[in-house]
Nanobody, 121 residues
């Protein structure tokens, strides 16, 4: 399967910035989309941003203009640059990858363990 290792979370003050990274490894045949989701206490998990292998990008309206997603296909890594952070951005951020392993024809969605982002007021 695919393993996703996230890093870059932490505690920042409102208005600050963080850069999250997620590296995929394992028996990867190919990766299509990579993205970031987040889940705050008492709320459902929501899409933050996604980028496809064709570099098409979609952002959630709540973060549009404040975050940038990028991808390094050579290293199977996706990044999330977050600026002008707000306390309501506090959540566990999860990386995902839609990938095929081995000779499988099926694309599965894999998830990272999550990284905590806390924005203080």
């Amino acid at each position: 399967q695919v393993q996703l290792v996230e890093s870059g979370g932490g505690l920042v003050q409102a208005g600050g910035s963080l850069r999250l990274s997620c590296a995929a490894s394992g028996s990867i045949f190919s990766i299509n989309a990579m993205g970031w989701y987040r889940q705050a206490p008492g709320k459902q998990r929501e899409l933050v941003a996604v980028i496809t292998s064709g570099t098409n990008i979609n952002y959630a309206n709540s973060v549009k203009g404040r975050i940038t997603i990028s991808r390094d296909n050579t290293n199977n890594t996706v990044y999330l640059q977050m600026n002008s952070l707000k306390p309501e951005d506090t959540a566990v951020y999860y990386c995902n990858a839609d990938a095929r392993i081995g000779a499988s024809r099926t694309t599965f969605r894999y998830w990272g363990q999550g990284t905590q982002v806390t924005v203080s007021s």
